[in-house]
């Protein structure tokens, strides 16, 4: 793929054009775009040919390759020669064989692939037959015509030129592509719209220019030039993508643009990535010191070559033979040559067949991840998918965890639950009933027969089954038939619907609400009636109105019909087009049409829409029947048997099950609930939007233009001429911040400003809980605006230059002054298991932070509701406005280090968020992340999601993992270390950019702490194992090289030296690396605090490569020196001699192997016993092979004749329990005196199920609870991470882990040996009486005592006079950097809803008694003596350590320099005294809390504090948390509890 | 179709294989089977090390190996041997004349003989061998410097021998046979043994030259080109090894069958020694039919034709006379280390004994979670 993508990028180099330009193509002539690749793909790496030299090329660039040759090659030399030549370069051949077998099996499958879907077949437009042949999809070209039909898929890109869809539409799915099953429209370029007859390519004249083939399927740009010179912009909706399907389009032709290679899927399509693992890294490190043993060994013996030679001086001995030019060589020479010489003996050192396998016991990894039952999800299907293989190991040494809220911590099933029409809320209890009921039925979640009979599902159902519940009358079986079974079938049938699960579509109306919908809709029939203008209708009515119009017009639904979900339902009132050209304009809105017609337009569309009835019931048209229904309803609602639902009466098929498509699970949310409120969307169209409404029946509304969403507006918006006041009007939905920046000022009438307030104070509530919030505004314009705008929208359009940015400024000029609505509150349901997950991975020392892109209060609620925050812990809320307000200036201070020790829970904004990546606060930043529990980011951006990652990841040096599943977390997840894609709602961009794709965030818990556990120890020990097998096997020679006058002979048989690692040692670590489980499944789930091993890399630490090479060389002398003894003057001959010492050192090597096998089952014994008798197998075969072959060894029946010799099997018995004997010895005493955490584990699953249950429920228990003192030294010194000492960092990593971690009795880091310094004293294992490693005494953990919030005097909030923020300093200012507004929205500042400032200005802390908002530590209130907040000097706040404050005098704190404690608590930075330093720390506010879960609604009433509406602007903002306001209920409640 | 090919392209690698998801179709659940194998549930037997675990290990192994040891001990040290230096490195020496005056080049022949007593008598059979010190016989220039297929007969490496061979390949223009540095430095001491009676008189000892070297070795490895008969015609337009005195089809005459590439004594020397310090078997003394020792105590002397010179690289010479047992010749060493790893395995079961004693509580799962 790579290749290809090379190709390709070299290909365009070549070209300096910028564009490309297509001419048609038809057969006749000469192909003018002959130059431009043909359809053909070709997704092979090599041909025939070049297979060999381009794999094997590829295979050099792997180090180890080049080094292997080179040294085969080198025994070419005759001088330097130690093995036979050709002998020597088998073991890198096998090497680079077996990879390019590998290679050359994937190229083939490619390639098979390649021809299959080169031969699919298409119609082609060929002008000699002037009809359309079937051709070949590789024998297309560009230029060529391209008919299409139905179902078919694309083979290139291809721009649309005729759709036998009236509307010139072609829908295509493009599920291929970015995996979102919805449709998409495609439209015919524009000059071919009105083309009545069928398109005919021979009348094609155009030609056209184009972009260059890239890869944003997202863009395409690029313009028709006819021959008559005029010009027709191209857009992306006119580009059909190759790998697409059609679908409802029974025929479309288009013209090639881009074929085969440089079509846009083919762009896309990269290969898996190739990632270094970190053990891999570290692995190297250690291959390199592997090199260095070699040279040092060799120049040892070269060195001790030239002594030998020298001793004999002129004397040659016998044995000395000379050079084989009959040379003396002296001394020196003769020690460079034995140098190069014993790098080639000494070769293995370096093992050859480590990389192999790796690559294979990972790939056997990936084989058994993918295959765990645990990780496949039923509902959906599907499993884990490991896309990149080679990285396993990385998912068990993880110790971040970056996630995305959205769809990965929830369900991203958006669900409608509450709403607020005109500042009335409407709280829509009923459905939360309905929503709790679906709750409760997943909970119990069994396996269920599906039932038989009718697999149709609609609501008359599911409502029959909640009413059944509620009554509690049901047997188990029906009830669950009724929802969770049936909502999972549905979920199945409507597989390819997207975002319509049933939780979704039921909506329960609120009566209040519903009531005012037919009041409303029954006056506007009325006042049609009675030809009134609509416009006159109560305003309350008119917003609910114009309210239920946005929900159901805003959006880019896709209608279908449930029964062919793919067929759109058409329900054409008037052709019209969008409103594309100023012409176009002027004819539909000229003034006499829009005076005169008006009325009678609408009315007559009206009729049109009544009486094509087609696809709703009749029953739903007529008012009457309507209001009964609703009395009905009524009085369901009011007898509380079921929860009254909009269809309580059997509608018609077809009406109810009207399906919709929308892009996002908000979309289809919103419509869904409008539709309960009978406001529903029947028909969309590019230009018109058919909309049912309860009294007025179908409605259809012209949909001018669609200004769709994107992140940086946050919202989209559509013009539409309302069919009823044939008003221009705009409606826009989006998230509440823009759209109340946007909000009419407010002066335009009390009612209005009103609204504003009422809205924004339930906004806040819904926030806090913890739903997602959209504000719902309109506009009207007038002509004349709408003209006005409209000109340059058109010149925006139609730009070929930077059309995005005029785009988004047409949008922003449009979207200003708008009417305030109502708001939405759409909840998002957590996904299964995920605060179980989030809480068993934050046991196992998993730093989870949360980067969302939702609003802050949205975010800490669901924060809280996945126990991401806990209501324990202090929550510190950054939230500044300027740079130089998050932290001051001033450098590192000592008490930074006491954030350490709290359980603190840190969430900050986006726009605080930027401020803090910046370069001088970075580090500042990542200090005070650090030291908390959990960090939550709101609002950020995808950029600031990667640049959070990268910046942990750089700087603190640790594992990331960032899992998310939406293209917003694209670049998070491709940052981390590893990056985990959740293949759910939002398409499959995050799971082609991931590393793992899991079905469900619960999922994550399993993979990392089973499976990335098994994997990081698997691989750790095999890569130890390696290094010590090759470290002990070479040994062996070297030993030898003194009794050889290190003449670099060996002992060992050339062949044993050379395919021992190969084939005699390989198997059985292979099957101990794939198969080996230190510890089983379920304790290590139940357990999670074993994960820290891998975290800690205690596994694999450096000193234990150390050891592993010294125990290598102490097992080797054994193996050497018993045998040399034992055979010391005999008539022993070299290879009968080194053969018995091969076979020790392979006896010892499995023995070794067995020894750190944790887990044995038949394939180890198997693969043991299978590496032994091929041993001896192949040694009798080769010793009896070949008399007078295999030179210079020459074993002829050595083998048999050692067989024969007792002493050989006294060796054997002997040798390896001599040399394995400390080895066994130590770890029998590591297994008694300091067991590691992953021992005891393993000695846990020893136990009978029962007792474990009941020792891990214990653990559990105490999991929660203990928290163990964390020594000072290791909290964070310096807040500069990048501090030289790396490993004091990791210690106030652990320290941090360390209050979660440790149930267990035992030190995790149980010192194994010397660089290790932490050997408890064995006293200390010793069941300790429980509750012994809480320092704080029981009971502390409860939210704060009283008397922390005591004095403060009750409703602290209100009496605080607005505006006094003045006695500060009007120095505040500068520091600010002017300009700092500009990137706000004009008119930020003035429009901000004044009731907001009432309650609360900015700097309302002064009058607060200084010090009762720090973030004191839960249990830091104890030793203090209640009430002890008035006493304390200012500046005393900074969260300290527990314990540490009793012996502190309360004024010990004034001798700290001012501005040391960069977090500054709000309230902090008001105190006069303080003054000077209030001015670099002023915005700084951090809120603590004591926060109790369930969190009044109140307490978000004054989230974001406003400017004042002066040109206080520059003035430091104050967003703080809303705690303050709240204290008193939370605090009434915190009593409660205590 | 389209789809699913484009997907697995995607994923292209091993796996895709395994996830099997390929099978375009084919409506088929996508759950991983449920084997003990692929959802890593195999029967297993998962040791825990630990000082009671292992205690057991040590302790058996201590009380197997202790007797083991006792045994090879005592069965090393009934075997007899007896061993003379004949170097004649000190003036004293009765061969100091011919090794000062001997080198490679020497014509003559030097005679010396050894007296020696042997304490006790030899029983069985006796093996007879010459022992080289500080000789590298694994030196890898040296090792390398043969050409099997010129011993194994083979007519054309004989008349064209290996390259490995250089510099000693050819002399005079003529393939040397046997080639190599090897061959080169026969040794070619000649000793001989003789009785002294209580009256004084000399009886030559019997020794057996053949059945010296491996049975496979002299029948399969080592070959004369041409059969045994009439070697002198089948190596003809050879040369003899430069150090050599006589042809390689001189080495015994009397008997056809040890001459040539099959000479015995010329297979043991070609089998290249592991240590610089070795004996190779020269001679074996039979045991006599009768009941008298093989070797009964009493006087000897060795008569030694000193041809081969070893003090330009400190060499010794040795005769060794031995017997042997099932394991080989006289080496102590094999019962020793068994009875000292025996004895520490042992002193380590007591040590785990006690640590197990004074710490193994926790084993009884009780506390773990405390």
């Known amino acids: 793929m790579r290749i290809t993508e090379r190709r390709q990028r070299g290909r365009s180099k070549k070209k300096p054009k910028e564009t490309r330009t297509v001419r048609v193509h038809t057969g006749h002539e000469h192909n003018p775009n002959r130059h431009y690749a043909n359809n053909r793909i070709k997704t092979t790496k090599y041909t025939v040919l070049s297979f060999l030299p381009k794999n094997l090329f590829e295979q050099f660039h792997r180090f180890a390759n080049v080094y292997f040759v080179f040294i085969a090659l080198l025994n070419f030399v005759p001088v330097v020669n130690a093995f036979q030549p050709e002998l020597a370069l088998a073991p890198v051949v096998f090497i680079l064989s077996v990879t390019a077998i590998k290679d050359l099996w994937e190229d083939y499958r490619r390639h098979r692939s390649d021809t299959e879907i080169n031969h699919m077949d298409c119609l082609v437009y060929s002008r000699a037959e002037r009809r359309y042949v079937e051709r070949f999809w590789k024998e297309v070209q560009v230029g060529d015509f391209i008919r299409l039909r139905c179902n078919e898929i694309l083979p290139a890109d291809v721009l649309l030129l005729s759709s036998s869809d009236p509307d010139r539409l072609c829908h295509l799915e493009t599920a291929t592509l970015d995996g979102e099953t919805n449709l998409k429209q495609r439209q015919v370029v524009r000059s071919f719209f009105d083309l009545d007859c069928e398109f005919d390519p021979l009348k094609f004249n155009g030609i056209i220019e184009c972009e260059k083939p890239n890869n944003d399927l997202n863009r395409f740009r690029g313009y028709i030039l006819h021959r008559s010179g005029s010009r027709d912009a191209l857009y992306k909706d006119n580009l059909l993508l190759r790998g697409c399907t059609v679908r409802n389009t029974e025929e479309a032709v288009g013209i090639v643009i881009y074929a085969g290679h440089e079509t846009k899927a083919m762009l896309n399509n990269n290969g898996p990535r190739y990632k270094r693992s970190k053990l891999e890294r570290q692995m190297n490190v250690h291959v390199f010191w592997c090199v260095v043993i070699l040279l040092l060994m060799c120049l040892f013996a070269a060195i001790g070559h030239g002594l030998w030679v020298f001793q004999y001086g002129d004397k040659r001995p016998v044995f000395d033979v000379l050079s084989p030019e009959g040379a003396e060589l002296s001394p020196v020479v003769a020690a460079v040559y034995l140098f190069l010489t014993l790098i080639i003996v000494f070769q293995v050192l370096i093992p050859i067949s480590l990389f192999v396998s790796i690559e294979i016991v990972k790939v056997c990894q990936v084989f058994f991840i993918h295959q765990d039952q645990d990780l496949y999800d039923e509902d959906s299907d599907s499993r884990l998918q490991c896309r990149a293989l080679n990285i396993t190991e990385d998912l068990g040494q993880t110790q971040y965890v970056f996630s995305d809220k959205t769809g990965t911590l929830t369900e991203n099933k958006m669900v409608f639950r509450r709403c607020t029409v005109a500042g009335v809320e409407y709280s829509h209890d009923a459905n939360a009933r309905r929503l709790a009921l679906y709750q409760e039925v997943d909970s119990e979640e069994e396996e269920v027969p599906p039932p038989g009979g009718s697999l149709r599902r609609d609501s008359s159902s599911s409502q029959q089954s909640s009413r059944v519940v509620l009554r509690s009358l049901s047997t188990k079986t029906h009830r669950r038939t009724g929802s969770r079974a049936d909502a999972k079938r549905a979920s199945i049938l409507s597989k390819h619907t997207a975002f319509s699960s049933p939780m979704e579509k039921d909506v329960t109306p609120d009566p209040q609400l519903l009531d005012k919908v037919n009041e409303c809709g029954g006056q506007m029939d009325f006042m049609r009636f009675h030809g009134q203008p609509v416009s006159q209708l109560p305003s309350d009515l008119a917003d609910i109105m114009d309210f239920f119009m946005a929900l159901t017009v805003c959006n880019t639904v896709v209608v279908s019909s449930p029964n062919q979900p793919r067929q759109k339902v058409r329900m054409r009132l008037e052709s019209k087009s969008p409103v594309k050209t100023i012409e176009d304009f002027i004819k539909r809105f000229t003034p006499s049409r829009l005076t005169s017609g008006s009325s009678s337009s609408s009315s007559s569309s009206l009729a049109t829409s009544r009486s094509s009835n087609r696809g709703c019931s009749g029953l739903l048209s007529s008012p009457s029947a309507e209001s009964t229904l609703a009395k009905l309803q009524e009085e369901q609602a009011a007898l509380g048997s079921a929860p009254p639902r909009y269809d309580g009466t059997p509608r018609s098929p077809e009406d109810g099950e009207l399906r919709y498509e929308a892009e996002s699970p908000d979309e289809a949310a919103l419509v869904y609930a409008a539709r309960a409120y009978k406001c529903s969307l029947v028909g969309r169209l590019p230009d018109q939007v058919t909309v049912e409404l309860p009294h007025l029946g179908k409605l259809s509304f012209e949909l001018l233009h669609t200004l769709g969403f994107d992140s940086t507006r946050k919202r989209m918006s559509v013009v539409v001429r309302h069919p009823l006041t044939d008003q221009i009007t705009v409606y826009t939905k989006g998230a509440d911040s823009v759209i109340m920046d946007l909000i009419k000022p407010p002066d335009t009438g009390r009612r209005q400003k009103k609204l504003v307030l009422r809205t924004q104070n339930y906004l806040n509530l819904y926030a806090a809980d913890g739903l997602r919030t959209l504000c719902i505004a309109k506009k009207v314009l007038s002509k004349e605006q709408y003209a006005c705008w409209l000109q340059r929208h058109l010149e925006a359009e139609t730009a070929i230059q930077g059309r995005e940015e005029l785009l988004f400024d047409s949008a922003l000029r449009l979207e200003t002054n708008l009417q305030l609505l109502g708001a939405t509150g759409i909840e998002d349901r957590l996904q299964d298991g995920v605060p179980e997950t989030i809480a068993s991975l934050r046991q196992a020392g998993l730093q989870i932070w949360v980067l969302t892109g939702d609003k802050q209060e949205t975010a800490v609620n669901v924060a809280y509701a996945c126990k991401l925050l806990d209501p324990e812990e202090e929550i510190l809320t950054l939230n500044a406005d300027s740079h130089v307000s998050v932290y001051p200036p001033s450098s590192s201070s000592p008490h930074s280090a006491a954030f350490t020790v709290h359980r603190l829970g840190l969430v900050i904004d986006g726009r605080t968020l930027a401020y803090a990546l910046d370069q001088s606060l970075e580090d500042r930043f990542l200090a005070v992340a650090r030291s908390c529990r959990s960090v939550l980011c709101c609002r950020s951006t995808p950029l600031q999601k990667s640049t959070v990652v990268k910046l942990v990841r750089n700087k603190l040096k640790v594992m990331t993992l960032a899992i998310g599943d939406g293209a917003n977390d694209v670049s998070m997840i491709q940052v981390a270390d590893v990056g985990v894609g959740i293949s759910g709602q939002e398409g499959m961009q995050a799971v082609m950019a991931s590393d793992f794709a899991l079905p469900r965030f619960r999922y994550l818990q399993k993979l990392l702490l089973v499976h990335g556990h098994w994997s990081y120890s698997r691989l750790a020990n095999m890569i130890l194992f390696f290094f010590y097998k090759n470290a002990m096997f070479v040994a062996l020679v070297f030993w030898y090289q003194f009794y050889c006058g290190f003449s670099g002979s060996a002992m060992i048989d050339q062949w044993y030296l050379i395919f021992f690692n190969l084939m005699f040692s390989a198997f059985p670590q292979l099957v101990t690396g794939t198969l080996d489980k230190d510890v089983s499944a379920e304790t290590l789930q139940q357990l999670p605090q074993l994960y820290m091993s891998g975290q800690n890399s205690e596994e694999y630490k450096p000193y234990m490569f150390w050891m592993n090479m010294i125990d290598a060389f102490y097992q080797s002398l054994v193996c050497f020196f018993i045998p040399y003894f034992a055979y010391a003057d005999s008539d022993v001959d070299v290879f009968t001699w080194g053969t018995p010492i091969t076979t020790l050192a392979l006896l010892t090597i499995l023995v070794h192997l067995g020894i750190e096998t944790r887990t044995w089952t038949w394939m180890n014994c198997l693969s043991i016993s299978f590496s032994v008798s091929l041993f001896f197998t192949v040694s009798l075969c080769y010793n009896a092979s070949c008399p007078s072959c295999f030179s210079p060894s020459n074993p002829y029946w050595s083998m048999q004749r050692l067989l024969q010799d007792p002493l050989f099997y006294l060796l054997c018995v002997l040798t390896p329990v001599a040399a394995l004997l400390p080895r066994y010895f130590y770890r029998a005493c590591q297994g008694t005196l300091f067991p590691s955490p992953v021992q005891v584990g393993r000695q846990l699953d020893k136990l009978p199920s029962e007792t474990r249950r009941n020792i891990l429920n214990l653990g559990g228990v105490e999991a929660g609870s203990a928290v163990r003192p964390v020594p000072h030294f290791l909290s964070l010194g310096t807040p500069s991470p990048e501090g030289p000492d790396e490993n004091h960092q990791r210690a106030g990593l652990h320290a941090v882990d360390a209050t979660e971690k440790d149930t267990l009795p035992y030190t995790k880091d149980a010192a194994k040996l010397p660089p290790e310094p932490r050997p408890r004293p064995p006293g200390d294992a010793e069941p300790r009486p429980p509750g012994d490693d809480e320092p704080r005494p029981p009971g502390d953990d409860e939210p704060r005592p009283p008397g922390d919030d005591e004095p403060r005097p009750p409703g602290d909030d209100e009496p605080r006079p607005p505006g006094d923020d003045e006695p500060r300093p009007p120095g505040d200012d500068e520091p600010r950097p002017p300009g700092d507004d500009e990137p706000r929205p004009p008119g930020d500042d003035e429009p901000r809803p004044p009731g907001d400032d009432e309650p609360r200005p900015p700097g309302d802390d002064e009058p607060r008694p200084p010090g009762d908002d720090e973030p004191w530590p839960p249990g830091d209130d104890e030793p203090r003596p209640p009430g002890d907040d008035e006493p304390r000097p200012p500046g005393d706040d900074e969260p300290r350590p527990p314990g540490d404050d009793e012996p502190r005098p309360p004024g010990d704190d004034e001798p700290r320099p001012p501005g040391d404690d960069e977090p500054r608590p709000p309230g902090d930075d008001e105190r006069p005294h303080e003054t000077s330093e209030a001015l670099k720390t002023s915005a700084m506010s951090a809120s603590s809390r004591a926060a109790s879960s369930p969190r009044p609604p109140s307490q978000a009433a004054s989230v974001q504090l406003p400017l004042p509406p002066d040109g206080d602007a520059q003035r430091v903002r104050y967003c703080r948390n809303s705690d303050h306001a709240v204290r008193p209920a939370a605090r009434t409640q915190t009593d409660a509890v205590l | ?370």
């Open chain 2, 1 to 370: 179709m389209m789809a699913s090919s484009y997907n697995a392209k995607e994923e292209d690698g091993h796996h895709s294989g395994a996830s099997n998801n390929g099978g375009a179709g084919v409506v088929k659940s996508k759950k991983p089977d449920n084997t003990a194998f692929k959802q890593q549930r195999l029967p297993a037997w998962q040791p825990i090390l630990t000082a009671g675990t292992v205690l057991p290990a040590f302790f058996v192994i201590g009380l197997i190996f202790i007797p083991i040891g006792i045994g090879l001990y005592v069965t090393s040290n009934n075997i007899k041997e007896y061993e003379i230096d004949y170097t004649g490195a000190d003036i004293n020496d009765a061969c100091y004349n011919c090794a000062k005056n001997f080198s490679w080049n020497s014509t003559t022949p030097c005679l010396c003989s050894v007296p020696f007593t042997l304490e006790q008598p030899f029983e069985s059979n006796v093996f007879m061998y010459y022992g080289l010190s500080n000789f590298y016989q694994n030196h890898r220039r040296y090792v390398k410097s043969r050409d099997d297929s010129q011993l194994n007969g083979d007519r054309s490496a004989l008349k064209n021998p290996s390259k490995e061979c250089e510099p000693y390949r050819t002399s005079e223009g003529k393939p040397i046979a046997p080639c190599g540095a090897i061959a080169n430095s026969l040794f070619n001491d000649t000793l001989e043994l003789y009785h002294i009676d209580s009256n004084g008189t000399r009886n030559a000892i019997p020794l057996v030259k053949k059945g010296i070297a491996w049975w496979t070795d002299k029948h399969v490895k080592f070959r004369n080109p041409g059969g045994n008969s009439n070697l002198t015609v089948a190596f003809q337009d050879t040369s003899k090894p430069v150090n050599w005195r006589k042809p390689v089809f001189d080495l015994d005459p009397s008997d056809p069958e040890n001459n040539g590439f099959i000479n015995e004594d010329f297979i043991v020397w070609m089998r290249t020694a592991a240590l610089p310090t070795f004996r190779k078997l020269y001679r074996i003394i039979q045991k006599k039919p009768s009941t008298t020792p093989t070797l009964p105590s009493g006087k000897y002397v060795l008569e030694i034709t000193y041809n081969y010179p070893v003090r330009s690289f400190d060499g010794r010479k040795r005769m060794i006379l031995s017997t042997i047992s099932w394991m080989g010749g006289k080496n102590p060493f094999l019962g020793i280390a068994y009875i000292t790893v025996g004895s520490i395995c042992f002193f380590l079961g007591v040590v785990l004994l006690i640590i197990h004693h004074k710490y193994d509580t926790r084993n009884n799962s009780a506390d773990i979670p405390s």
